[in-house]
């Protein structure tokens, strides 16, 4: 007998990546559960295999900085509960002191969907119950028939894993020039925002001709992350979604003065901000 859930949860992360560097990402995870019935005439509730599956994700995976530790990329240390990573990518290097808890440290030479299914599986099978004789992982990613960017960001203000340096999503950027949907203006900020570390000017703590040095401390630690400059686009605001639709509008607005405008910016899955013209 065969169950399945579709689009279970969610995850919200960045990786590290040998070619394009720091990339918020954002997967639906489905799930599926081979196994014979109980006396109850189920393999397992579902109540119960969304809630082992989906607290697993949210505690290892979600809102966490995903390494390949099998990759020659990396380089790392823990002491005293923090890690302190240098990542050598094409796009520069990438180095990360923070809580172990913001960082998944995954035995893969990079970070794909496929990849990490293994990770997730091996962990998910002690959970269920003894009937269950399979689980089938799937991550998939939203299909996007616009325009989309990945981001990673910190809010050092959030009381919950928000606040880590360095989390990120996948998400979609819809804008409307007086009415109409502007795929062109779309696109370009799809295109500058690629892969983009979007930083508070304020957490800057050093900067060299090549790189920036960001840093907080937040109730769950200390956090300091140092970016390759070109990579990177600085915001006088914490990043909420509120501020990034509002910043992408006035920033469009200087440029439109007499259109009217919409700007719809999505922070990872299914949810964001508006910000628009009255
Ligand atoms: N009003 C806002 N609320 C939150 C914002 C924001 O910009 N505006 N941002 C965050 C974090 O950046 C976070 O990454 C959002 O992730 P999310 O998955 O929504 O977080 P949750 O764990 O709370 O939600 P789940 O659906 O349970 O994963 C948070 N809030």
Redesign the pocket.
């Known amino acids: 007998m065969y169950l399945f859930v579709d689009q279970l949860?969610?995850?919200?992360f960045s990786f590290l990546d040998a070619d394009r560097g720091m990339v918020g990402e954002t997967w639906l995870a489905n799930f599926g559960l081979g196994g014979s019935l109980d006396h109850t005439g189920m393999i397992c509730d579902f109540s119960a295999v969304k809630r082992h599956f989906r607290e697993w994700l949210?505690e290892y995976l979600?809102?966490r900085l995903a390494v390949p530790t099998l990759s020659p990329a990396l380089s790392y240390r823990q002491q005293g509960g923090q890690i302190h990573l240098t990542w050598k990518s094409a796009v520069g290097v990438i180095e990360m002191s923070a809580p172990e808890q913001a960082v998944a440290l995954i035995p893969v030479s990079e970070i794909t969907p496929q990849s990490c299914v293994n990770w997730v599986t091996n962990a998910v099978i002690a959970l269920m119950p003894e009937q269950v004789s399979q689980i089938d992982l799937e991550f998939t990613t939203e299909a996007i028939p616009g325009s989309y960017y990945h981001y990673t960001?910190g809010?050092k203000k959030?009381h919950?894993?928000?606040q880590r340096i360095a989390?990120?999503?996948r998400s979609t950027i819809g804008i409307w020039h007086n009415g109409e949907k502007s795929p062109q203006l779309e696109q370009q900020w799809a295109q500058q925002w690629q892969d983009v570390y979007i930083a508070t000017r304020e957490d800057i703590q050093a900067e060299t001709e090549q790189a920036y040095q960001f840093g907080y401390t937040a109730p769950q630690g200390d956090f300091v992350l140092t970016m390759p400059k070109a990579k990177c686009y600085l915001v006088d605001t914490e990043?909420?979604?509120?501020?990034?639709a509002t910043h992408i509008y006035s920033v469009l607005k200087q440029r439109h003065a007499d259109a009217n405008l919409k700007v719809k910016a999505y922070?990872?899955f299914g949810?964001g901000?508006i910000a628009q013209d009255r």
């Open positions: 949860t969610n995850v919200d949210d979600d809102h960001h809010l959030h919950g894993n928000c989390h990120g999503h990043t909420t979604v509120e501020n990034i922070e990872g949810k901000a």
